[in-house]
């Protein structure tokens, strides 16, 4: 069996483009594995990782989400490399397995579980992913050199967006597998959009254009704001009544709020989320239904969408270098 991890430097660089792309360029059997949830919605009353439902419907994968992403990330500390062993053995035989990595290669480290610990424990050939400037090639480099206290190679570098830093690259001995033009990302959708599929109310001035997907903000005020750090591109879907949710998620660089319940947001509210150009919408929905519909809906927009999936598939067909990352 065939295995690539996809590992970036950064966060949203590209890794699920990358996986997906592979999966719709290979010609047999493909699995997914994406150890840690982070990006969670909820799915017929179940929490589900919102990128591994993408590759699930997209790929037309049998398997269980949970099973291909079983790991809530906050419980990172606590899970053991044997624990994700066993979860990517359990997924059996296939000809392909793609294995996506946390927010950037070094998450994890402190327990034992970055892109290092991963690759080398499931056996896998490492792809990195990431923006083509002089920082990242800064640390790609150091990547490169720490790569061998691991025992781990690194198989290349994937570069998406403007800028071309391959010689820099090539200097430290990394191989560039490709350069991929600035792409939209997988799920997004507008905010007016997302308001629409709400029969919602845009409450602020729109300052983002888009949204990349949608996520809970049930928990706790410390949650929730990281969360939001994690993930400033998603839209954050909160009870309207729950004040001090919704100016943690404001103040933590939230672009888009979601008030559920239709029970409008305090005037104060309303005026931090204006000063840090967060968009509030109001709908009659509460947060799980809401969440739940904009799930479905955001996974529609690619993995229903053969347009869109042809077009990933010969976006990373024709510019990466599929015979070096699959040999």
């Known amino acids: 069996m065939k295995k690539i991890f996809i590992g970036s430097v950064k966060e949203r660089s590209g890794k699920s483009m990358l996986a997906l792309g ?9 699995s997914y594995f994406k150890p840690f949830r982070e990006s969670v919605a909820v799915s017929n009353g179940e929490l589900i990782d919102y990128d591994t439902r993408m590759m699930k419907e997209a790929l ?26 066993s979860a990517f053995d359990s997924l059996g035989e296939h000809d392909l397995a793609v294995i996506e990595g946390s927010r950037t290669f070094m998450d994890g480290f402190s327990s034992g579980l970055s892109g290092f610990d991963i690759s080398k424990a499931l056996g896998a050939d490492v792809v990195l992913v990431s923006p083509s400037d002089s920082r990242s090639a800064d640390f790609l480099s150091l990547l ?26 090539e200097k430290n001995g990394l191989d560039v597998l490709g350069r991929v033009p600035k792409q939209e990302s997988l799920g997004e ?29 049930v928990t706790n005020a410390e949650s929730v704001s990281k969360s939001v750090r994690a993930n400033p591109d998603r839209a954050v879907i909160i009870n309207g009544n729950r004040s001090e949710l919704l100016l943690s998620a404001a103040y933590a660089g939230a672009g888009c ?41 955001s996974l529609t927009s690619v993995s229903g969408n053969t347009a869109k999936l042809e077009s990933i598939k010969k976006i990373i067909g024709e510019n990466a270098d599929l015979s070096k990352i699959f040999g």
């Open 189 to 217: 959708m507008t905010m007016h959009e997302t308001a629409k599929e709400l029969n919602g109310t845009v409450l602020t001035p729109v300052k983002k254009e888009t949204v990349n997907g949608y996520s809970l903000g």
């Open 257 to 297: 709020i979601i008030a559920a319940g239709g029970i409008t947001p305090s005037p104060s509210l309303l005026s931090a989320a204006e000063r840090s150009n967060c968009t509030v919408i109001l709908t009659d929905l509460d947060p799980v239904t809401a969440c739940e519909k904009m799930e479905r809906r």
């Open 144 to 169: 490169n050199r720490a790569a061998s206290l691991w025992g781990v190679k690194i198989k290349g570098v994937v570069l998406f967006g403007e800028g071309d830093i391959s010689k820099m690259l």
């Open 22 to 30: 592979l999966g719709l360029n290979f010609s047999g059997s493909v």
């Open 60 to 85: 037309r994968l049998n398997t269980n989400e949970n099973k291909m992403s079983p790991f809530p990330i906050h419980l990172i500390g606590s899970v053991s490399l044997n624990d994700v062993r």
